[in-house]
């Protein structure tokens, strides 16, 4: 199909997600190579955002693509009360790579379901009901997990699940970049006590938390956050639940998010970096404790393609790529190289509030003006920014524009000259915002 055949037959008959059909145009793909893609007549585009932060290890790897072929060739599926070589070889592989004693694995189709799985287990295990979360986080979209999310996507869908418990994050929406980390850490923490108390710790089941913030500010904790945060809800028996989906499997520069933090949550959910998307697949990884109550105790939860051994044969062939070709190191050296782009952009640009990144971890936020005002209000839009995403598209980069900030979390196979490359487009884009700032 040409571009448009393509974009006008996916209009009329599909849904696009987060969207009004009838305002969108989709940027056409015929296929994807490393840290480009394809329009069917050849265009090219710089994957600035690994589509969702999860094509990891860059779009096409032979080896993963081989690894699917060569399973689909013995075992296309088998439902989910069997047992398979691929399970079997993969939950192995997963209790060795993970940190403590995270050594159990409930399978799904993708972070939400993950998600909504982790409430249930939460629950069952603890006999509690109410769970905890933070409003700049986002958790994905089925029920419960849109329950949990803090940002705006999930007004439209309320009423949502019950016991959900909402606090302030570590930093308030309008914080300082400059606070003092062990300051922040500690009011965070004597404010979330009290919301505990106020909640009856016996009623509270979990806390969820992305252990970085991804689509909400790319925010990793304060120093100090993760250790303190474990040690708080262990007074009172909470679960620490934390949500790796985006920031898991070398996209922060190690293999978890949690170990920047030196702690090990009781249950962690992963998705996308895992299978790198190249297949559907979410996890749940419990802590022993957890995993032995299930031993003898109905975990109440299931899915059709639960353990599907598609989807495992993919992960399997991705840990392998991520390890062979060392992209977790790659990630924390690029990421490196990221932030002295993003300096040159701050030092350049007015138009640009601040900056950070952990490992590929990254984005840029913009200002309205000297004040330090946000370009685009929370939940509101600018004009501004329809200019600077067709700019973007039309110089050959994509990426995603969320409310004030320039999403930068390119694969982690990137090299110094795609870096530099990206930024060059960024960079001339940037002056679009300039020439609207209000001084």
């Known amino acids: ?9 996916c209009l009329q008959h599909s849904l696009f997600s987060w969207s009004a059909t009838g305002k969108i145009d989709p940027i056409p793909v015929a296929r994807a190579e490393g840290v ?32 699917i072929a060569a399973q689909a060739k013995s075992l296309v599926f088998a439902y ?14 997963l209790a060795e790579l993970c940190p403590g004693d995270l050594n159990t694995f409930f399978y799904t189709l993708g972070g939400a379901e993950a998600n909504e799985n982790a409430i249930k287990a939460a629950r069952q295990y603890s006999g509690r009901h109410k769970i905890l979360a933070r409003y700049r986080s986002y958790h994905g979209a089925t029920h419960g997990g849109i329950s949990l999310t803090g940002d705006p996507r999930r007004w439209p869908n309320e009423p949502g699940m019950n016991g959900v418990v909402r606090v302030m994050d570590p930093h308030p929406y309008e914080y300082s970049f400059g606070s003092n980390d062990e300051e922040v850490v500690k009011n965070n923490l004597t404010y979330l006590e009290e919301v505990i108390q106020y909640e009856n710790p016996k009623n509270i089941a979990a806390m969820f938390i992305e252990t970085v913030t991804g689509t909400n500010g790319i925010l990793p904790p304060p120093k100090g956050y993760l250790k303190g945060l474990k040690a708080l809800l262990e007074k009172y028996g909470i679960l620490l639940v934390c949500d790796e989906v985006m920031a898991g499997w070398g996209r922060t520069g190690k293999r978890f998010a949690f170990e920047h933090g030196d702690i090990v949550p009781d ?13 559907p697949l979410g996890v749940m990884g419990v802590s ?27 992960a399997m062939a991705v840990i392998d790529v991520l390890e062979s070709e060392k992209l977790i190191e790659n990630s924390a050296r690029m990421g490196e190289v990221m932030q002295g782009h993003m300096v040159q952009m701050k030092e350049k640009h007015r138009s640009v509030l601040t900056h950070r990144n952990i490992g590929l971890f990254g984005a840029i936020e913009l200002r309205k003006n000297a004040k330090g005002e946000r370009l685009v209000p929370y939940a509101g839009a600018h004009p501004v920014i ?20 320039v999403m930068c979390n390119p694969p982690l196979c990137i090299t110094e000259q795609q870096m530099n490359e990206g930024f060059e487009i960024i960079d001339r884009g940037l002056s679009l915002v300039d020439e609207v700032f209000e001084g």
């Open 386 to 405: 329809g200019k600077l995403n067709k700019f973007f598209r039309d110089n050959g980069l994509f990426t995603v524009i969320s409310q004030s900030l």
């Open 267 to 279: 249950i962690v959910t992963m998705a996308k970096g895992l299978t790198s998307s190249y297949m």
């Open 1 to 9: 199909m040409s571009s448009k055949e393509m974009v006008d037959l």
């Open 80 to 93: 989910p009360g069997m047992a398979t070589e691929v399970r079997a070889r993969l939950s192995k592989r």
């Open 36 to 67: 480009y893609l394809y329009s069917p007549e050849g265009q090219r585009w710089l994957d600035w955002n690994s589509q969702l932060m999860s094509v990891n290890i860059g779009h096409g790897h032979p080896h993963v693509v081989e690894a």
């Open 288 to 314: 022993d404790k957890i995993a032995n109550h299930f031993r003898e105790n109905v975990f109440s939860g299931g899915l059709t393609y639960n353990a599907h051994p598609m989807c495992l044969s993919a």
